[in-house]
Nanobody
C-alpha cells in the first residue's frame, strides 16, 4: 500500500484548497481512509475520515462544515476539499489508510499506512 498526498500550498484566510491522496495497493479494501494534520509543536490530530463500505464520513469539530472528504469511484484517490480556511488550519496534512476498524476513526493508531504529508499554510 502506498499513499501520495499533494495539493498543499499557501492560501489567504477565507480561501480554498483541495488536497489529493493517490493510492496504490489494496486500499479499496481498507475500512476507512482518513486525513490527519500536524501543526508545528503540536500533536497529530484527526481531520476527517470516510468509511469504504458505505461512504459515511466523520469530521473533527474544528473543520465540520468547512472541509469535505470524498473519494473517486475507482477508490484510488481520496480528496479533502478545504473551504473557508483559517490560519489555525496551517499544518502538514497526511492521508492514511485504516485496515483495522470501521469505528473510532479519530484514533490514529488504527491507520497502518501513511502518506508523506503536504504542507498547508494559511496567511491572515
Amino acid at each position: 500500500v502506498q499513499l501520495q498526498a499533494s495539493g498543499g500550498g499557501l492560501v489567504q484566510a477565507g480561501g480554498s484548497l483541495r488536497l489529493s491522496c493517490a493510492t496504490s495497493g489494496r486500499t479499496a479494501s481498507a475500512y476507512a481512509m482518513g486525513w490527519f494534520r500536524q501543526a508545528p509543536g503540536k500533536e497529530r490530530e484527526f481531520v476527517a475520515a470516510m468509511r469504504s463500505r458505505d461512504g459515511s464520513t466523520v469530521y473533527s469539530d474544528s473543520v465540520k462544515g468547512r472541509f469535505t472528504i470524498s473519494r473517486d469511484n475507482a477508490k484510488t484517490t481520496v480528496y479533502l476539499q478545504m473551504n473557508s480556511l483559517k490560519p489555525e488550519d496551517t499544518a502538514v496534512y497526511y492521508c492514511a489508510a485504516n485496515f483495522r476498524s470501521a469505528w473510532d476513526l479519530h484514533n490514529s493508531g488504527l491507520y497502518e499506512y501513511w502518506g508523506q504529508g503536504t504542507q498547508v499554510t494559511v496567511s491572515s
